[in-house]
């Protein structure tokens, strides 16, 4: 089974930045979701396993920056310029296609979350 394991999150303040690593296994699509109090889970960022193509939401383009180290299985989330609206639970998704989506019903596989706070 494809196993999960997020580390990177904290509490950090407006402005500043954190990188969240997921370790993963397998060649598959990978995403990062949030989820914000009171807020349904939303799409960040997803990268694929096969071309490397990126997207992102539009909320984080040009801050966040998705990559994956292919040789460590690793997927990272990096996170730049930081707002107290990305305040939110980090989720990392895998699909069963070496493929990327935004779309959470097709990812089969997530980790547990880490919490990202950011204080104004």
């Known amino acids: 089974q494809v196993q999960l394991v997020e580390s990177g999150g904290g509490l950090v303040q407006a402005g500043d930045s954190l990188r969240l690593s997921c370790a993963a296994s397998g060649r598959r699509g990978m995403g990062w979701f949030r989820q914000a109090p009171g807020k349904e889970r939303e799409f960040v960022a997803s990268i694929s396993w096969s071309t490397g193509s990126t997207y992102y939401a539009d909320s984080v383009k040009d801050r966040f920056t998705i990559s994956r180290d292919n040789a460590k299985n690793t997927v990272y989330l990096q996170m730049n310029s930081l707002k107290p609206q990305d305040t939110a639970v980090y989720y990392c998704?895998?699909?069963?296609?070496?493929?990327?989506?935004?779309?959470?019903?097709?990812?089969?596989?997530w980790g547990q979350g880490t919490q990202v706070t950011v204080s104004p």
């Open positions: 998704a895998a699909r069963t296609t070496p493929y990327g989506s935004s779309v959470s019903s097709e990812y089969l596989y």
